[in-house]
C-alpha cells in the first residue's frame, strides 16, 4: 500500500490501524456532512491539497464505512 490509499480497503486500513480511528455511524456523519459543504474551511484546504477527485472518493468511502456500520450496528 502506497501513502494514498486507492482502495476501500486500503483506506479502512488507514482510517482503523494506522490512524487508530473507529469510524462509527456519528462519525461518518459527520465527515460526509463537512466532506459535502465545499464552503467549510478544512474541506476546501482538502480540496487545495488532494484535488476534487480525491474528496469525491472519500465522500464515497465514508458512505461506504456508513453503510456496512449501519448493517452491521457496529464500528467498520
Known amino acids: 500500500m502506497g501513502p494514498i490509499p486507492r482502495t476501500y480497503e486500503e483506506w479502512e486500513h488507514c482510517i482503523?490501524?494506522?490512524c487508530g480511528l473507529a469510524p462509527t455511524a456519528d462519525y461518518a456523519a459527520?465527515?460526509?456532512?463537512?466532506?459535502?459543504?465545499?464552503?467549510?474551511?478544512?474541506?476546501?484546504?482538502?480540496i487545495e491539497i488532494w484535488g476534487e477527485s480525491h474528496r469525491v472518493q472519500i465522500l464515497q468511502w465514508f458512505r461506504e464505512a456508513a453503510a456496512r456500520v449501519s448493517e452491521r450496528g457496529e464500528c467498520v
Open 16 to 18: 482503523t490501524v494506522r
Open 30 to 46: 459527520s465527515r460526509i456532512e463537512a466532506l459535502q459543504n465545499e464552503r467549510d474551511f478544512h474541506t476546501q484546504k482538502f
